[in-house]
């Protein structure tokens, strides 16, 4: 790990330490997860807060920075030879430690006993709300607090600092992203390329897989790869690949450095868009590429997932699916059911960027309260964007028998819903295009290199 400068870090943790002002700062780097049996684990992953500003990639680690004084203190034991049978010569902590920035390295049994001293001392210990329980149950030792008081017990102050700081990604983060996007592009090329109706979706799964691996690198999240489209997060990949379908691709890579690509694309399994598939293939992609236009410091993500709905609906009354006026529906909320998610998140060093500290904080702010209406609903990112931030850009079209059915039998917006046309859609599927974009000064930038996107380009990939 530690990509970056020993500098890097001592400046991350310095903007932090100051934003925070007094007392101490404890963050916790993940473990070891047991999968089956206790020496059977998960793939590694450490804590994203933990990497952005130590950049140690071990388990069994923890940190603290005391705000005051200035002392920064990485906790943990050193490998015996016992370890080292299993795993190898690893390099010490306090070597790892030194190279971004940090001289004193302590047991991880020393940890406590600082903390309580602290706490005796009436000092804050400001730390996040943790996700993995070995954390929780970690934190209830080193704290002597109760798990009940411990889940109100985080600091939101810690939250709001670090979600400021990450959220604005350097030069030197944005080539790395790029690098994750580059590997996903070219996980969703090998995909278009291994589509052949007849085989099993889990084929050309697997050519995600390769691709990823051959770059060192994982999946970003578990890969959506279905001709059912429709449904939203779908992790099954068992379906014959019929010819006539569409199939959806919302796939991305997360690199050695943790950063991550999530891109989706759609297409049709013969490698063809019949004319019925174009058309609302076509307003998706105008939907994607005006809302990625639009981005831009200053405007809430809120009236851009907003717009790009408005051109949905517009789009939908072209074709006959709607009538009546665009503006009632758009405040109605008529659209969630043809894009029942929201059009993008934060993208970092989690996919999600920083969803474990609260989407409330990290999205929202005071005075944007989350809509309760289907689709608006889910939109993880609303508040105003700023130069710097990066975010995905996933408008969606869905035809969900299940979801139009209900409506209908509630007789729900029937003024406006022409339900007898949209019998013609039931084995559509659905369509989304997501691309990751950095919001900057000069207008927005889609990372990496250009993905198969227009109907053209898709058809020309699939019969090369
Ligand atoms: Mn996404």
Known sequence: MHLFSENTYKNRRQTLSQAIGKGLILLQGNDEASMNYKDNTYRYRQDSTFVYYFGLNQPGLNALIDTESGEEIIFGNEFSIDDIIWVGQQATIKELAQSVGITDTRAANALKPILLKAQSQGREIHFLPPYRTENLLKLEF??????????????????????????????????????????????????????????????????????????????AYPAIFSINGQILHNHHHDNKLESGRLLLNDSGAETTSYYSGDITRTFPVSGKFTEKQKEVYNIVLEMEESAIGMLKAGLAYRDIHMAANKLMLEQLKTLGLLTGDVNDM???????????????????????????????????????????????????????????????VEPGMYFIPDLIEKWKAEDKFSEFIQYDKLKAYYDFGGIRIEDDVQVTENGPVILGERIPKTVAEIEDIMQA
Do not use: C, W
């Open 142 to 219: 080193l704290l002597e607090q109760s798990i009940q008081d411990l889940s109100q017990g985080h600091s939101t102050k810690l939250i709001k600092s670090i979600v400021d700081q990450r959220s604005i990604k350097t030069s030197e983060e944005i080539a790395l992203m790029t690098e994750a996007v580059n590997v996903s592009r070219e996980m969703h090329i090998a995909a278009m390329k291994a589509t052949k109706p007849g085989k099993a979706e889990f084929e050309v799964v697997a050519e995600i897989y390769r691709v990823a691996k051959l770059h060192a690198s994982y999946l």
């Open 330 to 392: 758009l405040e109605l909320g008529v659209g969630g059911l043809f894009m029942p998610h929201g059009l993008g998140h934060q993208i970092g060093l989690d996919v999600h960027d920083m969803e474990n500290l609260g989407e409330q904080f990290v999205g929202y702010r005071d005075g944007l309260e989350r809509s309760t209406q289907l689709g608006l609903k889910s939109l993880r990112f609303a508040r105003e964007i700023e130069n710097g931030m990066v975010l995905t």
